[in-house]
């Protein structure tokens, strides 16, 4: 979706923030990237012999070979794997890096399928795309498990994966779908439940702005409520979208004329409510919900809530105009070029495996609804329709499908640990409570999206940091014994 693509782009550039803290912590980056020649393009066609390069990294500098340990950090939508993925884990994995120092693991990161550098195919029609699933990944898996374990010479290997959010999905299923391959599995803030229409999520961000415990509370959601009901009143005039223009500083003339601009206009908004990730410790203005409420949505000398809400988006998304042409974003979609097709990758996994179309709807808690409907189900839908031919009732299909191929939230597994924060909207699709002794599930309080799979920080809370010693023991208690 466009919220989807949006998100991305955040994560990303919070990965290039992180990555310039990190430069200036350790120096060069050490060589770290290696690829696998040979991985195959389809792995369920038998007649098929193509193969392709996948990027990968390695550190060695724990491994110690008599313990026969491999932990992998599974790549998955972005934000891109970086060489420093093995040596600091940076966003993804530096929880695992922490423990592979401590029991003397091979470090491994595997690139995704069309993710970053590892494209199997000269571009991104629909055709090609084909290609690209959970399924041909998790096989990537599998054959990358045989290839390392060749690589290194190991007999007996303990493989262990994690991952968060896409990849925290897919180091669950691996350790599901090919249990004599992998041993266990920590699966950080995964939606493993694919579901069409998304509803939860903008209800978890309308409960994660009231609570205190990250800095929001009921009058800050109330606010955001008056401010987005204001929005839709204006936008139903000539004058009144004219004013919007100006106040949020829309790239254009008459942008918000016609319900498609206004309804990217109003997805565009959502993403100035950092919910999903939310960072007490940032310090820039609106970088977090204590700093949404109390800077801007509580701060009556700002005005109106509707002032308010265009103050804080003004910031937030900086100064360059705000481009809400569908027009424009359709053409990100279609373009099929590896140069410039790169939004169609998750959208297309969305319409053939996955949905999470996240809609704003009058029977939710979404706080957005300038307009009731106006972010429906339909309008999500189209961009299936309009980049790959893919009809709403071939997504339905699809996510249903996939929810019985892994067994949705309540796969019968061993050995996975699902974790989640409770300010995370993608919580609402994971597994939040033990379905076995074997399979452990726990909810960080005040914790945004696998928060704890970043580099631990001072200004930590006391529950990421309890959150990161529980789930060592648990890793520790499914090693092997010395």
């Not at 309308?206 to 204001?230: D, M, N, W, Y």
Request: aromatic content about 10%; some cysteine.
């Amino acid at each position: 979706t466009k919220t989807m693509a949006v998100l991305v782009l955040l994560l990303a550039l919070l990965a290039g923030a992180w990555a310039g803290k990190r430069e200036a912590m350790m120096g060069p980056t050490p060589n770290t990237t290696r690829y696998f020649p040979s991985q195959k393009l389809d792995h369920f066609n038998p007649q098929s012999t193509a193969t392709w390069r996948q990027r990968y990294f390695v550190n060695e500098s724990f491994f110690k070979p008599e313990k026969q340990l491999v932990f992998l950090c599974v790549g998955g939508e972005g934000p891109p794997l970086e060489p420093t993925v093995v040596v600091t884990g940076d966003f993804h994995c530096a929880l695992m890096v922490t423990l592979a120092a401590e029991h003397g693991a091979l470090v491994v990161a595997l690139e995704h399928r069309f993710y970053g550098e590892s494209i199997p195919t000269p571009d991104f029609s629909t055709l090609s795309l084909r290609f690209l699933s959970s399924r041909q990944a998790l096989a990537d898996i599998a054959v990358f498990h045989d290839y390392i374990n060749t690589r290194y010479q190991l007999s007996s290997p303990t493989w262990l994966t994690f991952g968060g959010s896409y990849p925290g999905m897919l180091a669950a299923w691996a350790r599901y779908k090919y249990p004599h391959l992998i041993h266990a599995a920590v699966s950080s803030s995964a939606p493993v439940h694919a579901q069409v229409r998304f509803t939860g999520y903008n209800d978890v961000v309308a409960r994660s702005l009231a609570q205190p415990l990250v800095g929001g509370s009921p009058p800050c959601l109330a606010t955001i409520k008056q401010a987005f009901e204001s929005l839709g009143a204006a936008a139903g005039t000539s004058s009144g979208q004219r004013e919007l223009e100006t106040a949020f500083h829309v790239c254009g003339t008459a942008a918000l004329a016609d319900k498609d601009g206004q309804r990217v206009f109003q997805e565009a908004l959502w993403n100035s409510f950092p919910a999903q990730s939310n960072d007490p410790a940032c310090t820039s203005p609106g970088c977090n919900i204590d700093k949404v409420c109390n800077n801007f949505m509580l701060n009556t000398s700002l005005g109106s809530p509707l002032t308010r809400l265009a103050a804080l988006v003004n910031v937030t998304q900086g100064p360059a105009c705000m481009d809400t042409s569908y027009a424009n974003y359709k053409a990100t979609i279609t373009n099929t070029t590896v140069a410039g097709g790169t939004n169609r990758i998750w959208l297309y996994q969305t319409c053939a495996e996955f949905g999470f179309y996240q809609t704003c709807e009058p029977d939710t808690h979404c706080p957005f609804t300038a307009e009731q409907g106006l972010v429906d189900l339909p309008w999500l839908l189209q961009d299936c329709l309009t980049a790959f031919n893919i009809t709403p009732e071939q997504v339905e299909a699809n996510v249903a499908w996939s929810n019985t191929f892994y067994g949705s939230d309540h796969p019968d597994g061993s050995r996975i640990l699902f974790v989640n924060g409770d300010i995370d909207p993608w919580h609402a699709l994971s597994v939040l409570q033990p379905l076995s002794s074997s399979e452990p599930a726990f909810v960080v309080p005040g914790a945004s999206h696998h928060a704890w799979t970043h580099p631990a920080l001072p200004s930590d809370s006391p529950a990421l940091v309890a959150a990161r010693k529980q789930i060592a023991e648990i890793v520790a208690s499914w090693l092997p014994n010395p």
